[in-house]
C-alpha cells in the first residue's frame, strides 16, 4: 500500500495542477454562437491580473470518472467506413482551444499546437497523445498523417479527415489508473462544446474565480457558472482511495510492528529468566557469549522461522484479495516482499537484542548462588 501511495504520488498525469481553476460555463447559447462567445471570453479572461493563460476544453481531466466521448477513427490508406474503423482503437476525443494546453501545461513533445489559423473555415486539424501516435503509427512520424473521425463529422465523411499538427503528452482524463488514447480537435472546428473553463494564475487560482464569473456574466448576463474547483483539489480527490488506504493499512502495520516488538521482548527476556541456571552452568564450563546468544536465540529463532514462512503464505493469498486497492504494484511483487522480510527480521533483531544480551552478561557464580 505504501508503493501504490508513492505511485499515486509520482503518476505523471500529463499536466501540472498546481494554481489551476476550473469552471463549467453554459451562456445558454449554440453551435458558432457558443464558440465566439467562449473565445470572447477567454480573451477577456487573459487580460487580468495574475493570469498566466486561459483556454477551454471539452471536458477537464477527472470530470465525469470513465465517462467521456468516444470517437471511432480510420486512418489514412483504410476506407472511409464505419466497418475500417472496428479495426482501430477508440480514441477519447477531446475539443480544445489553443490555450488550453498553456493553462494546463500539457507538454508538447512534437509539431505544433492550435493557433488562431485554425478556425472554422480553415483546414481541419487534430493534436494527438504520444500513447496515440504510438499505437496508431508506430516507429512513425506522425504530423502530417491524416485521421477521420467519422463520430464528428456532421454526417460528411469527406469533412471527418483531420491532418495531425502535433503531439502531447498523455493525459488521465477518465481515472488516474485509466489511461487513454488521446484526439484533440480545436474547439472552433468542432461541434462538440469546449464547455470546461479552466484558468492558471499566479496566486490562488479559485480567488480568481469569483472574477472570472463577473466577466462571464458581463458577456452573458444569463451564463450559469458551476463547478468551480481547483485542480489540485481534483486530483487529491482521485487520488483519495489510495491515499486513505495507505494510512489505514500503515497504522495497522506499525501497530503490528509495536505487538511484534513488546510480545518477541517478552517471550525472549522470561524464556532467559527461567534458563538463567542453564547459562550460568554453560558460562562455568567454559561457553562464550556467542555460544550463549545461539542458546537463548535457538526456541525463539525456530518460531520466527515459521512465523515467517506462514506470514508469506498470508500474505501471496491477502495480496490477491486486495489486489484492486494497488496502484502500479503487482500483488506478488518481488521487492515488496524481500523488503517486508527484511523489515520483520529487523524488528526480530531489535526486540531480541537487550534480553540476549543481558544473558551473555550474567555471573555465573551470582546466578547459582540465588539458585
Not at 499566479?202 to 485542480?231: C, F, K, L, Q, Y
Not at 525472549?268 to 542458546?295: C, M, N, P, Q, Y
Request: proline residues 5%; positive net charge; contains cysteine.
Amino acid at each position: 500500500m505504501l508503493r501504490s501511495y508513492i505511485n499515486v504520488r509520482q503518476l505523471d498525469l500529463g499536466f501540472i495542477p498546481d494554481q489551476v481553476v476550473a469552471l463549467e460555463v453554459d451562456p445558454g447559447l449554440a453551435g458558432s454562437a457558443y464558440n465566439e462567445w467562449v473565445r470572447d471570453l477567454i480573451a477577456r479572461v487573459e487580460r487580468l491580473p495574475d493570469v498566466q493563460a486561459a483556454g477551454a476544453v471539452h471536458a477537464r481531466p477527472l470530470a465525469r470518472g470513465a465517462i467521456g466521448s468516444d470517437s471511432t477513427v480510420v486512418l489514412e490508406g483504410q476506407p472511409n467506413t464505419r466497418q475500417s474503423s472496428r479495426l482501430n482503437p477508440l480514441l477519447n476525443y477531446m475539443s480544445a482551444t489553443p490555450g488550453y494546453f498553456a493553462a494546463m501545461r500539457i507538454r508538447l513533445t512534437q509539431g505544433r499546437l492550435f493557433d488562431a489559423q485554425d478556425h472554422g473555415r480553415s483546414p481541419r486539424v487534430a493534436i494527438v497523445s504520444e500513447s496515440t501516435a504510438r499505437r496508431l503509427w508506430p516507429g512513425q512520424n506522425p504530423i502530417g498523417r491524416h485521421l477521420s473521425l467519422l463520430a464528428f463529422s456532421d454526417g460528411d465523411p469527406a469533412a471527418s479527415w483531420r491532418t495531425v499538427v502535433g503531439v502531447v503528452s498523455d493525459v488521465r482524463y477518465r481515472g488516474l489508473d485509466d489511461a487513454r488514447l488521446d484526439v484533440y480537435e480545436p474547439a472552433a472546428q468542432s461541434r462538440a462544446r469546449a464547455g470546461y473553463l479552466v484558468v492558471r494564475s499566479s496566486r490562488d487560482a479559485v480567488a480568481v474565480a469569483a472574477t472570472v464569473r463577473a466577466e462571464a456574466h458581463r458577456t452573458a448576463p444569463r451564463a450559469v457558472i458551476s463547478g468551480i474547483t481547483s485542480m489540485q483539489e481534483v486530483v487529491d480527490r482521485a487520488a483519495a482511495t489510495w491515499t486513505l488506504s495507505a494510512w489505514m493499512f500503515g497504522l495497522f502495520a506499525a501497530a503490528a510492528v509495536v505487538l511484534v516488538c513488546v510480545g518477541l521482548f517478552s517471550t525472549v527476556s522470561l524464556d532467559a529468566t527461567r534458563r538463567s541456571r542453564e547459562f550460568a552452568l554453560r558460562i562455568a564450563l567454559g561457553a562464550g557469549s556467542r555460544d550463549i546468544a545461539k542458546a537463548a536465540l535457538r526456541p525463539t529463532g525456530v518460531h520466527i522461522l515459521a512465523g515467517l514462512w506462514i506470514g508469506l503464505g498470508l500474505a501471496i493469498i491477502g495480496s490477491r484479495a486486495m489486489s484492486r486497492l494497488l496502484f502500479g504494484v503487482s500483488p506478488l511483487d518481488v521487492s515488496t516482499y524481500v523488503g517486508v522480510v527484511c523489515l520483520t527480521a529487523t524488528t526480530v533483531a531489535t526486540a531480541c537484542f537487550l534480553p540476549v544480551y543481558r544473558t551473555t552478561q550474567i555471573d555465573p557464580a551470582s546466578a547459582l548462588k540465588r539458585e
